[in-house]
C-alpha cells in the first residue's frame, strides 16, 4: 500500500480510491458499512455527474440510471414546467455506492468494509486512527470522506443545519421528469427510479412545524410534503411508502465550504461533504463529491498539502455555491417567486441551472 487511507466509501472516498490506485499509489479505503445501502439524498445525476462516473469507468444506464427530462415545480396552487438545460438521470445510491466501491477494488484500491473508524489523530507526521472495534491503524496520509457524519477529532466548522429526510416510494410518477415541491419549513424533490416507483427527498428546518413529525413518520412525511402544494397531492396520491419511517440526517449545513485549517499540512485532505455541501435543491451533491475526491487524489500525487489544496478548491467553488445558496433560499421563502421566475424567464433559469453544475470545478 502507499500509505493513503480514505474513510469513507462513498462516491468522493471512491472516486479518490480509483484516481490513486491508477496512479499507482494503492490507497486503503475503509467504509464503515458491509453493503451498500440507502443514503439520505435525491439520487439525481446531473451531465457533470455521468462525465466523472464515466471516466471512472461506469456506465450509469447500464446500472439502469432513469433518465430525466423535465423539471416540474410547485408551490400552493401554482405550479410550472421547464425542459432541463442538461443531460439527467435517477439512480439509487446503493446501486451507484456499490458499483463505485467494485470498480475501487477492481482499480487495485484495497477495500475494507464493515470496518468503522472512531477517531483520527496526528501522530508525527503522520497519522493514527482509533477503529470502533479496537486496534488501531497508522496513515501517513490522511483522507476524510465519512459524507455528513463527522469524525471525532476532525468536525466540521459548520454551524446549524437543517433536517434531510429521504423515503422510497412504490407506484408511478411522470416519466422521465423529476418534481420540486415547496413545504413547510423547505422543499422536497420528487423523481422517478429505475424499476418503478419514486425518491422523496425533503431539506426542511428542524424548528419549522410538522418537521420534527415528518422525520418519524412516512405517512406525515407524505403528509407535510402534499401539504405545501396542488401538485405534490396529485404526485403523492399515486404513491406509497416502502418503508415505516423515512430516512433522516440531522444537521446537515447546506451552503458549507471547508476553505482549509491552516497552513502547516496537519489536516486530512476533506472530500464530497466534509469539503461541501451545496444546496439540495440544486441536486449537485453527487457531481461535486466524485469532483472533489478527484482532486484531492491529484494533489496527493502531486503533493500538494491538504490547507493549499482545500482553500484553492474553495476559490473555485464560491461563486456557485454563492448562487446555489440564494436559491434554495428563494425556493424554502418564496417559493412562488421561483415558481414565476421559472414561468416568464425560463432562459434565466436554465442559466441558473447551468451555473450550479460544480462537480467539475
Known amino acids: 500500500m502507499s500509505g493513503v487511507v480514505i474513510v469513507g466509501g462513498g462516491p468522493a472516498g471512491s472516486a479518490a480510491a480509483i484516481a490513486l490506485a491508477r496512479a499507482g499509489r494503492r490507497p486503503l479505503l475503509i467504509e ?4 451498500a445501502a ?3 439524498c435525491g439520487e439525481f445525476l446531473a ?11 461506469l456506465d450509469i444506464e447500464a446500472l439502469g440510471a432513469v433518465r430525466i427530462r423535465h423539471a416540474l415545480f410547485g408551490a400552493g396552487r401554482a405550479q410550472a414546467e421547464m425542459p432541463l438545460p442538461f443531460a439527467a438521470w435517477g439512480l439509487p445510491r446503493a446501486r451507484l455506492d456499490a458499483a463505485l466501491l467494485e470498480a475501487a477494488a477492481d482499480a487495485g484500491a484495497v477495500v475494507h468494509r464493515g470496518v468503522a473508524v472512531a477517531a483520527a489523530e496526528r ?10 472495534g479496537g486496534g488501531m491503524l497508522a496513515a501517513p496520509q490522511l483522507v476524510l470522506a465519512t459524507g455528513k457524519h463527522e469524525l471525532r477529532g476532525w468536525p466540521r466548522a459548520a454551524r446549524g443545519g437543517a ?5 422510497p416510494l412504490a407506484g408511478t410518477m411522470p416519466d422521465a421528469a423529476i418534481a420540486l415541491l415547496a413545504c413547510p419549513g423547505g422543499y422536497a424533490g420528487l423523481q422517478p427510479r429505475p424499476g418503478g416507483g419514486a425518491n422523496l427527498c425533503a431539506a426542511l428546518d428542524p424548528a419549522a412545524p410538522g418537521a420534527a413529525a415528518a422525520a418519524r413518520s412516512a405517512e406525515a412525511f407524505l403528509s407535510h410534503v402534499a401539504g405545501g402544494s396542488a401538485l405534490a397531492e396529485r404526485l403523492l396520491g399515486s404513491l406509497r411508502p416502502v418503508l415505516a419511517r423515512p430516512l433522516v440526517v440531522a444537521g446537515v449545513p447546506y451552503g458549507f465550504l471547508h476553505r482549509g485549517l491552516g497552513s502547516d499540512g496537519t489536516e486530512p485532505f476533506r472530500i464530497g461533504d466534509q469539503a461541501a455541501v451545496i444546496p439540495s435543491f440544486c441536486g449537485d451533491g453527487v457531481a461535486m463529491a466524485l469532483g472533489s475526491g478527484l482532486a484531492a487524489a491529484e494533489a496527493v500525487v502531486g503533493g500538494v498539502p491538504a490547507p493549499a489544496h482545500h482553500a484553492a478548491r474553495a476559490a473555485g467553488l464560491a461563486g456557485g455555491m454563492r448562487l446555489a445558496g440564494l436559491l434554495a433560499w428563494l425556493a424554502a421563502r418564496a ?6 421566475g421559472v414561468a416568464m424567464a425560463p432562459g434565466m433559469a436554465g442559466w ?3 451555473r450550479t453544475r460544480l462537480g467539475l470545478v
Open 32 to 35: 464503515r458499512e458491509a453493503v
Open 47 to 57: 451531465e457533470d455527474a455521468a462525465r466523472l462516473l464515466t471516466s471512472l469507468g
Open 335 to 340: 417559493p412562488r417567486l421561483v415558481l414565476g
Open 352 to 354: 441558473a441551472a447551468r
Open 38 to 40: 440507502e443514503k439520505v
Open 123 to 132: 501522530d508525527g507526521t503522520g497519522w493514527s486512527l482509533r477503529l470502533a
Open 163 to 167: 433536517l434531510g429526510v429521504k423515503l
